[in-house]
């Protein structure tokens, strides 16, 4: 008997399939082996297990589990890009992108926009740049307290589509973040603690084989769409995170954590995960 994968389920076995395909395009990279092979197959297993005991006794559990999995998931994929990394930076595709950096913070005087209130702004983005990574638990949890399973796979298929395309073009872009590549352009003039705790993070936790497209950028947007398509006659849940993602596009520039480039297309990204909200819709 074929297992019942979930829809977003599929989504998360093509991408680990695709990285696996890709990793035998990349013979530089030297710390790529067999790992994505024998994590796609680990994924897969994982998947044809819980099917089977979804028709068991502890199928409330196992129903539960499904849910919240994508979590655990995401973060081993995002991880999983860091296989990737470059033996050396060329700066190639920085010093492209730089340049409209420089017109944006500083030509359009954006930079100090953003900081003529003092402290306000420059925290509120930051804040808004801390809190990405609670995006994917605070939806599910929404969605566990007030929809059913099938609004949860599909606020995960859209979520997971823009998310894990952005890290599926990370190998293609090997490149360092402004902060790093240009740390004395257009850096901002005002530091707060969320600051130093998202700069903590950022060198302690996250990878470091690209910065383009903007994940940050395409995950938020593109739970923004997840919750417009699973909670359409709540709306408010979307505008709220459509917002969110705007303030974390923002947040990713001012801060140097990204290049307006980055942002821009990882909200380009972001669409093919509201195409797929469209497609599904339309099955309704």
Known sequence: MLPRFR????????????IALLSGFFPDRPNLRYQPLLLFLAVTALYWALD???ASRFARAVQITRDWLPLLLTFIAFREMELFLPRDYNYHYEAVWIRLDQVVLGDWHVRDAIEN?????????EFCYLLVYAVGPYCIG??????DQRAIDRFWTVYLTGT???YALFPYFPSQPPRYA????ETPSITTWVRHLNLFLLKEATIHVGVFPSAHVSSAFSAAWGLFLVKPKRRIFGWSMLIYAISVSIATVYGRYHYVSDVLAGFGVS??????????????
């Open 117 to 125: 209130l003092g402290r306000i702004l420059p925290f509120y983005f």
């Open 52 to 54: 089977r005991m979804e």
């Open 164 to 166: 894990l395309a952005a």
């Open 142 to 147: 929404v969605l566990t307290a007030h929809a």
């Open 7 to 18: 829809l977003s389920e599929w989504v998360l076995i093509v991408f680990f399939g695709y």
């Open 182 to 185: 240009f740390p004395n352009v």
């Open 271 to 284: 669409l093919l995960a509201g195409g797929v909200c469209l497609f599904l819709t339309a099955q309704d």
